[in-house]
């Protein structure tokens, strides 16, 4: 038994040696690539956060850039319409402009011509000789139009400025100032995509370039030869499939030279990282050669030491508990294994005596369980060491559970347990230790638990017949008390507002004594009519709760009083009647005598 475990034990190591080593690249393959990932999506994230912050400071500095110029056009107008001699005068314009800290002023006479500023070689020019002046030709004829031009090459040398123009108050001249856009020029010089990149790989060995996606050319790079190449040359073919918010991963070759990359559509910009795979996997094979080197040398005195191990502890003590299982199967279940080698097997030794111990001790246990029972009743024995529970078959009809949930318990335990404390818990005590299960069908459970040596005892017991009974009796009892409160107020209205006391001290009747047995013939009718009536009524008119049906009972007894009182009755004035339990009395005793007269015959003498 010892060579075949050793030898199995030794081809099993080496095996799992190799498949670990396999299974340790492909997760550090799998871990590089998740770095990669993720770092390609903070990156990738970032560039777009800058590119779109700074084409927000971009728009914000060209707006602000813009309304200084149409201010200033303004005040050139302001100071032209109140000296309109100096309009003509170069120097004089000159003197404006560097009051403005404008570079150029010029004046358009109504066709759009200009005809007087600061740049004489610009007279001459119209809002028909170029792309650029042609823009304000919808101020012609237009005098409420104040237009600023966005930065552009002027028609006459080219150079890039920022126009804007408005009309004087007399409606005579267009005046336009240039001013030279140094600060956009410079904000969009930052905005620069290789800019952004350069920043970002000090800290990485990943290139990153972006590609213009209606040119299809790299816009910007952190290698600068591939700056105007096209998408087609850097085999990245697969971008035209990128969706927005989408980052796409995969291999590509440039140049016979693999990368692995990220990319992401950004506005009008594909964004790509990619890192060589030399780099990405560069250290996955030495590292794994580690790790299969370490492995070995460390099975190696592992399986030595299994080998020692074996003999001495393990074998011969599965030995002696195969020959102890082996009696106890045969019906021997007084054999209590004692194999105490190791931890483990003294822990094995004990789950088998208690669960033969449990075994033997279950007839006992399931007596005293029913001795604390009543029909229907169900009991469960759940046992924590070898973590078992037996239940009987009514368990899941009162604990309201299908035949899969309680199949699925039993196989659970430790969850069937779980599961009792929370369904017996203080929010669905009833009483005392009675719960109810189900408040909609009113399923009330009655649980004991006792411990009986390593186990626990739980007896169910479907107490809801009795609840509800007992229920029934507390609704009848309040049914009575509230028809007495009911009738009381209308023998009140019958005997004209006089209670049931008063009238007990009118006619002389002991309070321990009900009026009823008192009362005369005629006001017993009476009663008896207007409560005929009531439960007419209260049928009839469908009458709920008790101010409905004991304003109907008190109307009736007005009403029958208000009769009686046609005739000249007050049912209060009668006079009382005979007690009638001492008339029920000299009857009976009426009877006796006469049946003892009757009964007797003359003696023969």
């Not at 056009?73 to 404006?96: D, F, G, L």
Request: with cysteine.
């Amino acid at each position: 038994m010892k060579k075949v475990i050793s030898k199995r034990l030794v081809q099993i190591l080496i095996v799992g040696v190799l498949i670990v080593a396999g299974v340790a690249s492909c997760f550090q393959v799998i871990q590089a690539k998740k770095e990669f990932r993720k770092t390609a999506m903070d990156n990738l994230g970032q560039i777009e956060s800058i590119i779109e912050s700074n084409d927000t400071k971009l728009e914000m500095i060209k707006e602000e850039f813009a309304d200084n110029c149409i201010i200033r056009a303004r005040a050139a107008a302001y100071i032209a319409q109140q000296s309109p001699e100096n309009i003509t005068n170069i120097e004089e314009c000159r003197k404006v402009a560097s009051m403005l800290q404008v570079d150029e002023l010029h004046f358009l006479n109504q066709e759009g011509e200009i005809y007087a500023g600061t740049n004489p070689e610009y007279y001459g020019y119209n809002v028909y000789s170029g792309e650029q002046i042609g823009f304000f030709q919808q101020m012609l004829g237009d005098y409420s139009k104040e237009l600023c031009q966005d930065i552009t090459p002027n028609t006459a040398e080219g150079k890039l400025m920022q126009y804007a123009a408005v009309w004087t108050t007399d409606h005579k001249n267009i005046v336009q100032v240039g001013l030279k856009p140094e600060r956009v020029l410079k904000a969009m010089e930052g905005n620069d995509i290789s800019n952004i990149f350069y920043m970002l790989s000090a800290n990485t060995t990943a290139d990153f370039y972006a590609v213009d996606i209606k040119s299809r050319k790299v816009a910007g790079s952190t290698r600068k030869e591939w700056i105007g190449v096209t998408v087609e040359e850097t085999q990245n073919s697969k971008l035209e499939t990128l969706k927005d918010d989408e980052v796409l991963f995969g291999d590509i070759v440039i140049d016979g030279k693999h990368y692995y990359n990220a990319a992401k559509k950004s506005g009008d910009l594909w964004l790509i990282m990619m890192e060589p795979l030399e780099k990405l996997y560069g250290s996955i094979p030495m590292n794994t050669l580690v790790f299969i080197l370490c492995t070995m040398l460390l099975l190696l005195a592992v399986v030595i030491a299994v080998f020692l191990f074996l003999d001495k502890n393990i074998i011969k003590s599965i030995l002696r508990i195969n020959g102890d299982l082996k009696k106890i199967e045969q019906g021997k279940c007084d054999v209590v294994l004692c194999e105490d080698s190791l931890p483990e097997f003294e822990q094995l030794s004990g789950y088998i005596n208690s669960m033969v111990g449990s075994i033997l001790d279950f007839p006992q246990k399931l007596s005293k369980a029913l001795e604390y029972s009543e029909v229907p009743i169900a009991i469960c024995e759940y046992a924590p060491k070898v973590n078992s529970l037996t239940a009987t078959s009514r368990t899941k009809d009162i604990l309201l559970l299908t035949e899969e949930g309680m199949d699925s318990f039993m196989e659970k335990p430790e969850k069937f347990m779980k599961w009792l404390s929370e369904l017996f818990c203080e929010e669905n005590r009833y009483e005392g230790n009675v719960y109810c299960l189900d408040k909609e069908k009113k399923h009330f459970v009655k649980k004991e638990t006792f411990s009986y040596k390593d186990s626990e005892l739980l007896i169910l017991i479907d107490v809801t017949a009795e609840i509800r009974e007992k229920e029934r009796l507390a609704e009848e009892r309040d049914r009575d008390a509230l028809t007495g409160i009911i009738r009381s107020r209308g023998d009140q209205a019958l005997f004209g507002g006089k209670s049931t006391q008063e009238m007990k001290q009118l006619l002389g009747v002991k309070d321990s004594r009900p009026l009823a047995d008192f009362l005369p013939t005629l006001t017993i009718a009476a009663k008896n009519l207007a409560t005929e009536m009531t439960n007419y009524n209260v049928e009839e008119k469908d009458l709920q709760g008790e101010n409905a049906i004991s304003n109907e009972h008190v109307q009736n007894n007005s009403t029958v009083r208000n009769m009686l009182g046609t005739r000249g009755i007050k049912p209060e004035e009668l006079p009382a009647s005979e007690d009638i339990r001492k008339l029920e009395r000299k009857v009976k005793s009426q009877e006796k005598k006469l049946a003892s007269e009757s009964g007797k015959l003359p003696s023969e003498d």
